[in-house]
């Protein structure tokens, strides 16, 4: 019963912070969107925090983490002395790219000076978009991302005021790939709510990159709900890379929806973090739609990575193919749950799954959960699951021709995470991840990478 | 070159070998052959350094340094080298980086500088050519999808870029196609030199065709029971090793 108090008293208190800071929340929004508020608040006590009696967060529970958590929320936007220019050029050398910063979740012009997109190309604070572009926002909203399905998109939706809003015209390719630099930055422990809308229009084209990074040591939770409308022909890649110190819950959901004949990558890189939970759900609804998905987990510590990712195979003829990859250490934890729903009609689908883990340590563990539900004959559908450690005869056999075993352990551990970097197709960006996996396996990233030089400070 | 003596060693719990004797000098060729179960595999193993096989007893003297004391990464620079009864498929290792790894380790070991990218691909084009093996496997992961010529081929390969001073060839020459098996022995016969040795494991007399050895022993038991010159070999082949048993009690 204990339990079941405790987390009726963490959801209380959420409420209570909710109620106390109304006003703070709904501050400057326009009434059709701080009415969604309300009904998400009630799913979320309805639902109460994600935890392992929760069959899709069987794998993280969070219980303890909503438990114990006392943060300063982030109802408006902090002020900063960071400049753009220092927070990623190390990371990224010679990387072109079009930079977007934003920081605990909120979006400010200051930090985003102008960049030449193509004409009609939308890059803007989420709030300012729910005001000036509202016909886009009102007409997507909450529509991939509902908070009555999973309590983190209610708790979202419940707070969210501020985060990004990108919308790309018809027939409109950005060469210049979009890095998004989520930045985590704070005196104080902070939780962060952030919410996203991408539309990409018919026959765009667009290269996006998340990129989250915590800047100070202080506790962090960001719940970060990214909508994706990917419209017809059109051809989306994003690549995710997440490498924030381990006093961070990154808890990410990205809800996209493919219309006819688009193709989409996603490629989610976990470098670092103390719990990360990606939820993904890819909803092919038109036909011959595409979808390549991708992760690659390395953990060490007492880290905790968990992707769940859920297909829906709505019409007929479409593909999906998954390829789940975890590397994990000492004593952290990994889960993947991956399911694929084919609708009745969804004929012709092709739908596939793998997930591959390597255990370093005894301690390590991984729970991988393939959940895969057909409703009619006329698919192709495979998973497959292993957990299993370094292969000792391949050691052995690298070894026996004078690589020491140190480095021989190494070439195996880049060799098995790279065939998830190699489904990148922006050959430069793949070379700077490759780099940082390679010094993420030889130990040599710092938690937060060029940014930890910060937190020593 | 290599003294054994005494050689004891088990593999999960039981004893495979039962105190080998054998010496090997420079400029020899010697072949070791034997029933199947022998120890054979064994002794290869033992010698490149597989830690699943534990000596129990005796001693190992390479090049006047103690061999059971390295790990197999030092005894392959101190100029060992293992030709894998099964050579292992390793995705996502390219050849390319596995070798030059590899090469630059043992100069690193030597105190030599590493080679550049130019002179690296320069030498892997010179020991192509001379084990004749496809332009085209060097292009790939270890050994993956390499059929069973191939992946004997790529060992000679990897023997010729590394040098050794004494080769252990594993039964090189099982599974092999009769131009295969030319080239594989053509290859060990190029590489020998008055300054290094080979071992050949093998079952069948058939590799004798091509390579002349300077001793041949028989493994039986985990012990050396026989030892003569290549005549042992053409013996062997004519009668077994039923007269060999029979010698030891059987």
């Known amino acids: 019963m204990a339990e079941v108090l405790d987390k009726t008293t963490t959801v209380r208190r959420i409420s209570d912070i909710y109620e106390l800071n109304l006003s703070k929340i709904k501050d400057s929004l326009p009434d059709w969107i701080n009415s969604s508020r309300r009904p998400a608040l009630d799913a979320f006590q309805r639902m109460g925090i994600p935890g392992f009696k929760n ?55 200051s930090n985003n000076p102008s960049s030449s997109y193509p004409e009609g190309v939308i890059i803007k604070s989420f709030r300012k978009a729910v005001v000036e572009n509202r016909d886009l926002v009102e007409k997507y909203y909450g529509k991939l991302a509902k908070a009555g399905t999973d309590p983190l998109i209610a708790l979202n939706t419940a707070f969210a005021q501020d985060g990004l809003f990108i919308y790309i015209p018809d ?78 819950a990154n808890l990410t959901g990205l809800y996209i929806r493919q219309q006819r004949n688009s193709h989409l990558v996603t490629n989610a890189v976990s470098l670092h973090g103390g719990i990360i939970r990606n939820n993904l759900n890819v909803l092919l609804d038109g036909e011959h739609a595409e979808a390549k998905i991708c992760g690659l987990a390395l953990s060490d510590k007492n880290q905790h990575v968990d992707n769940y990712t859920f297909i829906e195979h709505a019409k007929p003829n479409c593909q999906s193919n998954q390829l789940y990859k975890n590397i994990l250490d000492d004593s952290s934890t990994g889960g993947f749950t991956g399911r694929i729903h084919v ?67 190494l070439m195996l551990m880049f060799a098995f995470a790279h065939e998830v970097l190699a489904e990148i197709k922006v050959d430069k960006l793949r070379d700077v991840i490759d780099k940082l996996v390679n010094k993420r396996l030889r130990g040599e990233v710092s938690k937060c990478h060029s940014c930890a030089l910060d937190c020593i400070r | 070159m290599l003294v054994i003596k005494d050689l004891y060693a088990r593999v999960e ?38 830690t699943n096989f534990e000596v129990t007893h005796g001693t190992a003297i390479f090049n006047g340094k103690d061999l059971l ?13 293992l030709g894998f009864q099964y050579p292992v498929e390793i995705p996502g290792v390219s050849m390319v980086n596995f070798l030059k790894t590899a090469v630059n380790e043992h100069r690193k070991y030597r105190d030599q500088p590493a080679l550049s990218a130019g002179d690296f691909l320069k030498l892997m084009r010179e020991k192509k050519a001379m084990v004749q093996i496809d332009s085209q496997l060097t292009n790939r992961s270890v050994n993956e999808g390499f059929s069973g010529g191939e992946k004997k081929k790529n060992e000679i390969f990897q023997m010729a870029m ?5 080769a252990i060839l594993d039964e090189t020459d099982s599974g092999l196609d009769i131009d295969a098996l030319r080239i594989v022995s053509n290859g060990v016969n190029l590489l020998k030199t008055p300054n290094n040795a080979t071992i050949l494991v093998t079952h069948y007399q058939r590799l004798l065709d091509y390579i002349v050895p300077d001793f041949v022993h028989v493994l039986y038991d985990g012990r050396i029971v026989k030892s003569a010159g290549k005549e042992l070999a053409l013996e062997l082949e004519e009668k077994g090793y039923d007269w060999i048993k029979k010698e030891q009690g059987e």
């Not at chain 1, 990387?95 to 979740?105: K, P, S, Y």
């Open chain 2, 69 to 81: 004391e390295m790990s197999a990464d030092v005894r392959a620079k101190e100029g060992l080298f």
């Open chain 1, 343 to 409: 609708a009745p009609h969804a004929v012709k689908t092709q739908a596939y799954q793998r997930n591959n883990n390597v255990l370093l340590t005894n301690a390590a563990k991984m729970n991988t959960k393939p959940q895969l539900v057909i409703d009619n004959d006329d698919v192709k559908c495979s998973h497959g699951a292993t957990v299993g450690s370094i292969n000792e005869e391949a050691l052995f056999y690298l070894q026996s021709r004078g690589i020491n075993e140190k480095e021989a352990r």
């Open chain 1, 55 to 109: 069959e899709n967060y069987k794998y993280t529970d969070l219980t303890r983490l909503f438990e114990n958590e006392n943060f300063r929320r982030a109802f408006k936007t902090d002020e900063f002395d960071v400049d753009l220019k220092d927070v990623f050029s190390c990371d990224v050398p010679e990387f072109d790219t079009h930079l977007i910063l934003v920081v605990n979740g909120w979006y400010d012009e």
């Open chain 2, 162 to 166: 590394l040098e050794p001073t004494l």
């Open chain 1, 171 to 248: 027939n409109t390719h950005i060469s210049k790939p979009l890095q998004l630099i989520n930045i985590l930055r704070s005196e104080d422990d902070l939780y962060v709510t952030q919410r996203n809308l991408i539309i990409a229009g018919k026959n765009s084209q667009a290269k996006i990159m998340f990129c989250d990074h915590t800047l100070l040591p202080q506790n962090f939770i960001i719940n970060n709900v990214t909508e994706f409308e990917i419209g017809e022909d059109a051809v989306i890649d994003i690549y995710s890379i997440q490498n924030q110190h381990n006093k961070t």
């Open chain 2, 13 to 50: 719990g039981k004893d495979i070998l039962k105190g080998i004797n054998l010496t090997v000098n420079a400029g020899e060729v010697h072949v070791i052959m034997g029933p199947n179960g022998s120890g054979k595999s064994t002794l290869a193993n033992v010698l490149a350094g597989n």
